[in-house]
């Protein structure tokens, strides 16, 4: 197996448990916080797709979705175009809110650019250094790997999360 089609693999994995998290929940289950402070699973999903559009979109040298299929503008966030969510305020949270077909849609969307983007990659890409402020430098695969692994981190936590309401 080359390395690109074990990232394919391993991002389709995050695309299918984003959608399975999202069906069947209405609006008031999106918002919903664990114990009234934890993050919804509106904004965890958002914040999923924020994440690997911004990190796969930067390592590829593409515009992020969000902006250049007006994401931005159809989700009405009052946050910065820019906005990713990291170290957002329990108010910031509770103002993520769009329905789980918005959400979805802009995932779908995210993950289109992310996997023919991976589709392009030879093993020998993935040793390309994307961002040089860190020490040692990151690479390209080492890119890939800490998304899917926030990414996967946080669809849990929604699936959790959706669990929760459940019950």
């Not at 074990?6 to 995050?14: K, T």
């Not at 690997?52 to 009052?78: C, H, I, K, N, Y």
């Not at 993950?111 to 020490?135: A, C, N, P, S, Y």
């Amino acid at each position: 197996m080359k390395s690109n089609e074990l990232l394919l693999d391993a991002f389709r994995r995050i695309r299918e448990t984003v959608e399975a998290t999202l069906e069947g929940l209405d609006d008031g289950s999106l918002v919903r916080r664990p114990a009234g402070t934890g993050n919804s699973i509106a904004w965890l999903v958002w914040h999923l797709g924020r994440v690997e559009d911004a990190q796969v979109g930067s390592a590829a040298g593409l515009d992020q979705v969000w902006t250049a299929q007006d994401f931005a503008g159809r989700f009405g966030l009052p946050l910065t175009d820019r906005d990713t969510g990291y170290g957002h305020s329990t108010h910031q949270v509770d103002a993520v809110r769009a329905r789980p077909e918005l959400l979805l849609e802009y995932y779908d969307a995210v993950h289109r650019q992310t996997t023919g983007f991976l589709e392009t990659l030879t093993d020998e890409d993935m040793d390309r250094i994307v961002d040089k402020r860190w020490d040692p430098p990151v690479t390209l695969g080492v890119r890939l790997v800490s998304t899917i692994a926030d990414c996967l981190q946080h669809v849990g936590q929604a699936a959790y999360a959706k669990g929760l309401n459940a019950g």
